[in-house]
Nanobody, 121 residues
Framework: QVQLEESGGGLVQAGGSLKLSCTAS???????????ATWYRQAPGKQRELVAT?????STDYADFVKRRFTVSRRNPTVYLQMDSLKAEDTATYYC??????????????WGQGTQVTVSS
């Protein structure tokens, strides 16, 4: 079974930093590879919004509200979201969605369970 798991969330003061991780794994221990991945976030009472994307080729794209503050990167089988200069409005549950490749399953699209980020002002 292929799984995707986020980690790295927590409580941080405004202006601080956090680094989120999104790791793909297979229960059999087989190799995995994250191709395209997107970070989303959803705050209470608000719609889910796209934060950042990294493509299979390594190209990246960011929402305007995180440009020059957040950086998405990949070192398979993990995708990272480095978040700097955090603001109170960045408080949300962050989700990773990714196209994950394994030798047995091929490419499957998965979502992680989310990790909470809370920024205190």
């Amino acid at each position: 079974q292929v799984q995707l798991e986020e980690s790295g969330g927590g409580l941080v003061q405004a202006g601080g930093s956090l680094k989120l991780s999104c790791t793909a794994s297979v229960t059999s221990g087989s190799i995995t590879r994250i191709d395209r991945a997107t970070w989303y976030r959803q705050a209470p009472g608000k719609q889910r919004e796209l934060v950042a994307t990294i493509t299979q080729s390594g190209s990246t794209d960011y929402a305007d509200f995180v440009k020059r503050r957040f950086t998405v990167s990949r070192r398979n089988p993990t995708v990272y979201l480095q978040m700097d200069s955090l603001k109170a409005e960045d408080t949300a549950t962050y989700y990773c969605a990714a196209d994950v490749w394994t030798p047995v399953s091929g490419t499957v699209n998965l979502w992680g369970q989310g990790t909470q980020v809370t920024v205190s002002s």
